[in-house]
Nanobody
Framework: QVQLVESGGGSVQPGGSLRLSCTTP????????IGWFRQGPGKAREGVAA????????FYIDAVKGRFFISKDHAKNTVYLDMINLTPDDTARYYC????????????????WGQGTLVTVSS
């Protein structure tokens, strides 16, 4: 089982920003795409963003386009999710997960994921 570690969650007011981090094992870095997904209270799991092994291609769902930005730091084996203009609807536990390249970036078929990090947006 691949161990991923998420961090960076917290409580912010609407309009606030957060940066989530996902640290991955080195051996998967060049082999698997990485996606961020979330599960809010009483809601289904929802993939929000993903990035290819190279970092050159990204995917976002419509609800976060222009507000969430996914990126990779190859030197640190870390994937980031920068979130701006947060709204209460973004409240959820956020997870990063591995996606096989053959599934495509829009896939929500994650093989492994971490414990998640909690994001709460409220006034």
């Amino acid at each position: 089982q691949v161990q991923l570690v998420e961090s960076g969650g917290g409580s912010v007011q609407p309009g606030g920003s957060l940066r989530l981090s996902c640290t991955t094992p080195a051996f998967i870095w060049g082999n698997l795409n990485i996606g961020w997904f979330r599960q809010g209270p009483g809601k289904a799991r929802e993939g929000v963003a993903a990035i290819t092994t190279s970092g050159y291609s990204t995917f976002y769902i419509d609800a976060v386009k222009g507000r969430f930005f996914i990126s990779k730091d190859h030197a640190k084996n870390t994937v980031y999710l920068d979130m701006i203009n947060l709204t209460p609807d973004d409240t959820a536990r956020y997870y990063c997960g591995t996606i096989r390249p053959t599934y495509g970036l829009a896939s929500e078929n994650y093989d492994d994921w971490g414990q998640g990090t909690l994001v709460t947006v409220s006034s």
